[in-house]
């Protein structure tokens, strides 16, 4: 069974940090081929912040989210992580965790299969 829940959003003031969790079945959480943090604004379309390939480990970062974001895993838990500093007012967004079950490119939101419902992030100047 597929599932995907995030949780740890909240509001923040500019500079300050936030760590966003994202609880997957055991299923999701090993068989997928990567997962990702995605956002959406109002208005706007949503967009790829980050990616980890389940395989290799290997991370993806957008220019907006390098330098300040962490993506992890921890494996004791099944939950992707997204650790997320120095927060500016631009970051404000509804975040969400994605999957992708096969192989392929993981930078774009057409390419995943499985999202949670989102949790929200404000960050005021």
């Known amino acids: 069974q597929v599932q995907l829940v995030e949780s740890g959003g909240g509001s923040v003031q500019a500079g300050g940090s936030l760590r966003l969790s994202c609880a997957a079945s055991?299923?999701?959480?090993?068989?997928?081929?990567?997962m990702g943090w995605f956002r959406q604004a109002p208005g706007k379309e949503r967009e790829w912040v980050v990616t980890i390939y389940t395989g290799t480990r290997s991370t993806y970062y957008a220019d907006s989210a390098r330098g300040r974001f962490t993506i992890s895993r921890d494996n004791a838990k099944n939950t992707l992580y997204l650790q997320m500093n120095s927060l500016k007012p631009d970051d404000t967004a509804m975040y969400y965790c994605a999957a992708r079950s096969i192989s392929g490119v993981c930078n774009v939101k057409e390419a995943y299969d499985y999202w949670g419902q989102g949790t929200q992030v404000t960050v005021s100047s």
């Open positions: 055991a299923y999701t959480y090993y068989s997928s081929h990567c």
